[in-house]
C-alpha cells in the first residue's frame, strides 16, 4: 500500500480503538512532556541551520498564513461540528495545526518536494 505511515498508523488505530475501547490509563502529562516535544522537534534536531536561514522568507511566508489558516478552518470545523465556544475552539485549532508538522515531515519523506525544500530538511 502506498500510503504514508502517519495515515497507516491512524487506520490501524480505529480499529483497535473500537475493540480496545476501555481505558487504558496513559497519563496525559506522560504525552504531554515525553511523547509530543519528541514528535514535534524530531525534525528541529535534524535542520540544518544555515539552510534554513538562506530559506527563512519564503518559509515564513508560506507557514504563517498557512498555519493562521489551518488553525482558523480547524476552529471553524470544531465550534459548528462540536458546538464549542469559540476560545476552546480556537485553542484547538492552534494545537492541532501545529502538531500537523510531523505528519508533514513523513509525507515530504514519500512524495517528491522540491529540492530546496527537502534538503532544508535532510530528507
Do not use: H, Q
Amino acid at each position: 500500500m502506498r500510503i504514508p505511515y502517519v495515515t497507516g498508523l491512524v487506520l490501524a488505530g480505529l480499529p483497535i480503538t473500537e475493540v480496545l475501547s476501555r481505558r487504558i490509563g496513559l497519563d496525559p502529562s506522560l504525552v504531554l512532556n515525553l511523547f509530543l516535544p519528541i514528535l514535534i522537534f524530531e525534525a528541529a534536531i535534524n535542520t540544518d541551520i544555515s539552510r534554513l536561514r538562506s530559506t527563512f522568507k519564503p518559509i515564513a511566508l508560506l507557514a504563517g498564513p498557512g498555519s493562521i489558516l489551518s488553525s482558523a478552518i480547524i476552529a471553524v470545523l470544531v465550534k459548528f461540528g462540536l458546538g464549542l465556544d469559540w476560545i476552546p475552539a480556537l485553542l484547538i485549532g492552534v494545537i492541532l495545526a501545529n502538531t500537523d508538522t510531523v505528519s508533514m515531515i513523513a509525507v515530504f519523506k514519500e512524495i517528491r518536494v522540491p529540492s530546496r525544500l527537502s534538503k532544508l530538511f535532510d530528507i
